[in-house]
């Protein structure tokens, strides 16, 4: 795929690659909470990950009132993220401690 928008909420920012968009997901958006569990996650390819990872598809689809076009849809968006993202590299970069001003 070549350029990546974010699609959370009506935020359309573009990237050149996954893991910007992926960062820019973690950084600039308000955490989501998880329907099924409560826990609060970085919302879009994170929130994604977690539902289908830690949760039954059953689960995401009662919680989210969502369909079985829902579900592929969103695994599509996964495997694509994953078949392309340096993850290493996004957890990296979001580790690093931010610039303070001292």
Request: proline share 2%; glycine share 6%.
């Amino acid at each position: 795929m070549s350029g990546w928008r974010c699609g959370i909420g009506d935020c359309e920012q573009g990237f050149g690659d996954v893991e910007s968009l992926i960062i820019h997901q973690t950084t600039e958006h308000e955490k989501h909470e998880c329907q099924v569990c409560g826990t609060l996650i970085p919302d879009g390819y994170f929130a994604i990950r977690h539902v289908f990872d830690e949760h039954t598809r059953a689960q995401y689809v009662r919680a989210y009132d969502a369909d079985s076009a829902a579900v592929r849809r969103r695994e599509a968006i996964q495997n694509e993220i994953e078949s392309e993202a340096d993850l290493n590299a996004v957890v990296d970069q979001l580790d690093r401690p931010t610039d303070s001003a001292e």
